[in-house]
Nanobody, 114 residues
């Protein structure tokens, strides 16, 4: 049972990326899921959350730029990231909200160059 994040890469400031998180079990279709990130030397933080019924939350620094969605058919959660900034550079992970230590995967690296 796992959550697999992908879609990271290197992009210039102002660019866009879409991250995907594929869940391996139908359990994840009915729980809140979130995208977290951890920049070098900083604590991991919750970036965006989507509830079981589709309600969303965004940390202040990404509001208006990031959009979290979920596709129940494919059991996938997406994070569309637009107008990227160098300070968005981090490893991005998906996990339950609240987080569950059993489901941290390797994450996906996002690097935004200035």
């Amino acid at each position: 049972v796992q959550l697999q994040a992908s879609g990271g890469g290197v992009v210039q400031a102002g660019g866009s990326l879409r991250l995907s998180c594929v869940a391996s079990h139908r359990y994840f279709k009915n729980v809140a899921l979130g995208w977290y990130r951890q920049a070098p030397g900083k604590q991991r933080e919750l970036v965006a959350r989507i509830g079981r019924l589709g309600s969303t939350f965004y940390t202040e620094s990404v509001k208006g730029r990031f959009t979290i969605t979920r596709d129940r058919a494919s059991n996938t959660v997406y994070l569309q990231m637009n107008s990227l900034k160098p300070e968005d550079t981090a490893v991005y992970y998906c996990n339950l909200v609240p987080q569950n230590e059993d489901y941290w995967g390797q994450g996906t690296q996002v690097t935004v160059s200035s």
